[in-house]
Every structure is written in structure tokens, then in C-alpha cells.
């Protein structure tokens, strides 16, 4: 499983542990920036993550910001893209089991990191649902 992960300067040093959690399971990490504590605006790297999930460059992103809300916004502007802020980990697990987010978004400055850690482990330890959900999924793009 290959993993792009991508934030700006506010998720920079939740956006380098979620690597090193990533990279610990095994999984290949695609790191696509930002690299530095330098202001940057949060839209382009949720353009990165989004493309490369898009293109198949990524079986999944991950996004952060301040509060992972104005990434999740971008992204979830690209048709195809379902982010989610994993708020809590009951949201954790239900943006798999019911909407196979093919995003998931932290915000660097609003989580702890043993939440954050732990919401990855429950999400990718869920197994998406299908049947109904499949069916919403499809008209969300429509
Ligand atoms: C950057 O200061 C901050 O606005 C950004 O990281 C994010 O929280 C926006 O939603």
C-alpha cells in the first residue's frame, strides 16, 4: 500500500509523525510537502494529494492543517475525492464502513497525536461496506 501524505505549515509536524506512524506499518509513504515551517497555503497540497489519488500515484491520502478543515475543502472540490476530518474515532471508523473516504484529514493545531495515531490504526483496520453505501458514494459525483 502506498500512502501520499501532504500539509501545510500549521500539519507540518502532525503531517512528519503520521509519516514515521506509516512508514513503522510498512507502508510506502509519498510525502508531497510541505517540507518547512515556511507559510504556505493549504489549497495546493490538497491539489497534490487529491491528483495523486486521482491518478493512481496513492491508494490513499492524507492531508493536514491548523484544523484540517480548509484542506478537506479543497480537496473534496476535485470530483472523485471523498475527504474526512477524523474527528473522533467513531468518525474513524464510519468514513470507511460508509464512506470509503479515500482521503483522511488531521488538524495539526485541534488533535493529539496518540488521537491521531490511534483514528489511522481504526480506519485502516475497517473494511468499507458496500451495498448501500456504494450506491450514495456513486451520487455523490453525479
Ligand atoms: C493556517 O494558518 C490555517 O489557516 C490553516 O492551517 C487551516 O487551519 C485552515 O483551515
Do not use: W
Not at 11 to 38: C, P, Q, R, S, Y
Request: hydrophobic share 40%.
Amino acid at each position: 500500500m502506498r500512502i501520499a501524505i501532504a500539509s501545510d505549515h500549521a500539519g507540518l509536524e502532525m503531517k512528519n509523525f503520521i509519516g514515521d506512524v506509516l512508514k513503522e506499518k510498512k507502508i510506502e509513504v509519498l510525502d508531497l510537502g510541505t517540507n518547512d515551517t515556511a507559510s504556505v497555503d493549504y489549497p495546493h497540497f490538497a491539489d497534490k494529494v487529491a491528483k495523486a489519488v486521482l491518478d493512481n500515484n496513492a491508494d490513499l491520502g492524507v492531508l493536514v492543517c491548523g484544523t484540517g478543515i480548509g484542506i478537506s475543502i479543497r480537496a473534496n472540490r476535485h470530483k472523485g475525492i471523498r475527504a474526512a476530518l477524523l474527528y473522533s474515532d467513531e468518525t474513524a471508523e464510519m468514513v470507511k464502513k460508509h464512506n470509503n473516504a479515500n482521503i483522511i484529514v488531521f488538524g495539526g493545531r485541534t488533535m493529539t497525536k496518540v488521537d491521531v495515531a490511534k483514528r489511522i490504526d481504526i480506519f485502516l483496520n475497517t473494511e468499507f461496506e458496500g451495498g448501500r453505501h456504494q450506491k450514495r458514494i456513486d451520487l455523490l459525483d453525479m
